[in-house]
């Protein structure tokens, strides 16, 4: 069986914080146009798990810089989704978390290759 590596752990990461960081910058300028959408934070949980899951099998072969930005940049994505889920308020810690996750991931998949070559 082959073992699935840390590469494609970056990319999922990085192509799952993306796509939530466009979701979220997105979807608001969408449900001001009549067509009935709402948001729903289950989307957001969606990505999160994703990212979650590609994160902890980063962060035990990462730098201490790369596990650092990438533990905080998930606990404000996380923060940022519960707080809505649960409290009905919403905190742009999102946008963030996005934005970290995606440094985070492209600092990872730079430093991995570069130990490799």
Do not use: R
Request: positive net charge; contains cysteine; glycine residues 6%.
């Amino acid at each position: 069986m082959k073992k699935i590596t840390t590469p494609f752990y970056d990319f999922l990461g990085m192509s799952t914080a993306a796509l939530c960081l466009m979701h979220c910058l997105i979807f608001p300028l969408l449900t001001i146009l009549p067509l009935g959408l709402n948001h729903d934070p289950v989307i957001d949980l969606v990505f999160a798990s994703i990212g979650s899951f590609a994160i902890f099998k980063i962060i035990k072969k990462s730098s201490v810089l790369v596990s650092t930005i990438l533990l905080v940049s998930m606990s404000l994505i996380w923060i940022s989704i519960l707080g809505e889920m649960l409290f009905d308020i919403h905190v742009d810690f999102i946008y963030f978390g996005g934005i970290g996750m995606i440094i985070g991931h492209l600092l990872n998949y730079k430093l991995h290759k570069k130990q490799h070559h």
